[in-house]
C-alpha cells in the first residue's frame, strides 16, 4: 500500500544521460541529471546523496526504482550494483523498469497530445551502427511488442509492420534520427520526436503500478536486462597494445 507521503529513489544509468530522482506518488521532489561521458560511477553517488537532502527527516525511503535497459553495459552494471547494495542495506525493496517503458512514459508525459488510442510509441535506443534496442508500447506505456535488438532497415523493421499497420507510430531516443529515412518509407504515419532522453523521474508511474501488484527484484539474484554480450572496446593506445601483445 502506498501513502502520499511514501518517498521514492529513482534511477537511470541505462543511456549516457545519468540521472536521479526523489519522488512521492505525486509526482517529482528533485532530479539531478547530467549527459555524455562515461562519468556514472562518479557521479550517481554524488547526485544520491543530493537527492536525499530533499528527504523530510521524518521520512525514510519506501523503495527504489531501477532503469534495467537494454543500454549500456557499463551504466547498467554500474547502477544495479549501487542499488542492490543500497537496498539491502535499508531493507527496503527494488523494482526493475525496462528503459523503452520509461522512456514510452516521458513521451505520454511531455506529448500527451500526441497520443491518441491509435498511436504507439516506439522508444529506440541506440545500440551502435545502426542497430537500436526497441519496442512498441500502446497509449498508456503497455508494451505491445517484445524489447529486441533490431537492425534499422526492411529486413529488421519486417516484425513490427504487422502491429503498427496504419496506426501513427512516434519513435524516439538516441537512436532514432537514424531510422527516419526507414521509418518514413515503411511507415507513412510515422513521427520523429527529437530530443527525449531517459530521465529517471519516468521510472515513477511504472514504478507505482509494479509496487502495488507486489512485482519487486529478487535483489540477490536480479540481474539488468544487457539483451547483447559485453563488447569491449579496443584500445587505440599504442603502449598498451603493445604492452597486450608481449
Same mark, same amino acid.
Given at each position: 500500500? /502506498?501513502?502520499?507521503?511514501d &518517498? &521514492? ?10 540521472? $536521479?530522482a526523489? #519522488? ?15 562519468? !556514472? ?5 554524488? +547526485?544520491?546523496?543530493? %537527492? ?8 525514510? *525511503?519506501k ?10 553495459y ?8 549501487? #542499488?542492490?547494495? +543500497? ?11 525496462? /528503459?523503452?517503458?520509461?522512456?514510452? !512514459?516521458? %513521451?505520454?508525459? *511531455? ?12 522508444p529506440?535506443?541506440?545500440a551502435?551502427?545502426?542497430? $537500436?534496442?526497441t519496442?512498441? &508500447? ?18 529488421? *523493421? ?9 496506426? /501513427?507510430?512516434? =519513435? ?11 521509418m ?7 513521427? =520523429?520526436?527529437?530530443? %527525449? ?28 536486462? &544487457? ?8 584500445? /587505440?593506445?599504442?603502449? *598498451? ?6
Open positions: 500500500m /502506498t501513502t502520499a507521503e &518517498y &521514492y529513489l529513482l534511477i537511470d544509468t541505462s543511456t549516457d544521460v545519468c540521472s $536521479v526523489l #519522488a512521492t506518488e505525486q509526482g517529482t521532489v528533485s532530479q539531478e541529471i547530467e549527459q555524455g561521458g562515461n562519468k !556514472h560511477s562518479a557521479l550517481i553517488g554524488d +547526485f544520491v546523496s543530493k %537527492i536525499l537532502r530533499d528527504l523530510p527527516e521524518d521520512k525514510s *525511503l523503495a527504489v526504482a531501477l532503469a534495467e535497459g537494454p543500454g549500456s557499463t551504466g547498467l552494471r554500474i547502477a544495479a550494483a549501487f #542499488a542492490k547494495a +543500497f537496498c539491502m542495506i535499508r531493507r527496503i525493496p527494488l523494482m526493475a523498469i525496462p /528503459t523503452p517503458e520509461v522512456m514510452a !512514459h516521458r %513521451i505520454l508525459t *511531455l506529448h500527451p497530445e500526441l497520443c491518441s488510442d491509435d498511436t504507439l510509441l516506439m529506440m535506443i541506440d551502435r551502427r545502426m542497430e $537500436v534496442y519496442a512498441l &508500447y500502446d497509449n498508456e506505456g503497455k508494451p505491445v511488442s517484445d524489447i529486441q535488438a533490431t537492425i534499422l532497415d526492411d529486413n529488421g *523493421l519486417s516484425p513490427f509492420v504487422e502491429k503498427i499497420g496504419d496506426k /501513427t507510430v512516434l =519513435y524516439f531516443g538516441d537512436g532514432a534520427e537514424k531510422g527516419q529515412e526507414v518514413s518509407r515503411l511507415f507513412p504515419r510515422s513521427i =520523429y520526436i527529437g530530443g %527525449i532522453i531517459p530521465e529517471a523521474q519516468g521510472l515513477l508511474k511504472p514504478m507505482l503500478s509494479r509496487l502495488s501488484q507486489g512485482k519487486t527484484c529478487d535483489i540477490a539474484y536480479w540481474t539488468p536486462l &544487457y539483451l547483447k554480450e559485453y563488447e569491449a572496446k579496443i584500445s /587505440t593506445n599504442k603502449v *598498451l597494445g603493445e604492452h597486450r601483445t608481449k
